[in-house]
């Protein structure tokens, strides 16, 4: 079955310090994949996407996020975090035959401390 | 350009009642989708539409309907509404196949 993982619920990380969000996907075709970020009582804003060649993407708000096809991964990372980051994150999946369809993951919830 | 727009904001119906949201897509846009969201989860997808035809449908009971226009601006129905039916529902517009979807803020629904 298709599926997305985000296997972190919840990370805490100090203002400035460095960020890792997992994503991992389990797809039978090649998946076109999203990071997408939800701040409280808000929609979604595209924070990068891949969809083909070059394996590493930059995104806005310094973002960027790795594809690596042998680990089934999409991770999302960020040098130094900001006070306003702190939002919840999704990582989504489609292919061609789903388009339309993104199946997202659970999400995971960034608290910035100082 | 204006992003994608939904409306209402927020509403509050009670059980059994009937709910219609509505979507404008960016400009240009043809292809509507609809997600719910409940609250501590991602979204899950419910509809979306092409060119004014369904072209896929997630699962979800036939109480949920959509449809969109000549416009490409789309309405989600909810018939007897039950109280699990309380979520953020999410419309997300895209130009084509395949492309970013850019989603709206979202309707809050409370059922009481």
């Known amino acids: 079955a298709q599926s997305v993982t985000q296997p972190d619920i919840h990370i805490t990380v100090s203002e400035g310090a460095s960020l890792e969000l997992r994503c991992n996907y389990s797809?039978?075709?090649?998946?076109?994949l999203f990071w997408y970020v939800q701040s409280p009582g808000q929609g979604l804003q595209l924070l990068l996407k891949?969809?083909?060649?070059?394996?590493l993407v930059q995104g806005i708000k310094g973002f960027e996020a790795e594809f690596k096809r042998s680990q089934s991964s999409f991770n999302l990372r960020k040098p130094s975090v900001h006070w306003s980051d702190a939002a919840e994150y999704f990582c989504a999946v489609a292919t061609t035959d789903s388009w339309g369809k993104f199946q997202f993951g659970a999400g995971t919830q960034v608290v910035v401390t100082p | 350009d204006a992003g994608v727009t939904q409306s209402p904001t927020h509403l509050i119906k009670t059980r059994g009642q009937h709910v219609t949201l509505r979507c404008s897509p960016i400009s240009g846009h043809k292809s509507v989708s609809w997600y719910q969201q409940v609250l501590g989860q991602g979204p899950q997808f419910i509809f979306q539409?092409?060119?004014?035809?369904?072209?896929g449908r997630g699962n979800f009971p036939d109480r949920f309907s959509a449809r969109q226009f000549p416009n490409y601006s789309s309405e989600l129905n909810v018939n007897a509404l039950l109280l699990g039916d309380s979520a953020l529902y999410l419309c997300?517009?895209?130009?084509?196949?395949?492309?970013?979807?850019?989603f709206g803020p979202g309707t809050r629904l409370t059922v009481l």
């Open positions: 997300a517009s895209s130009e084509g196949y395949p492309d970013t979807q850019y």
């Open positions: 539409y092409y060119e004014k035809e369904e072209r």
């Open positions: 891949y969809f083909s060649g070059d394996t």
């Open positions: 797809y039978g075709a090649t998946p076109y």
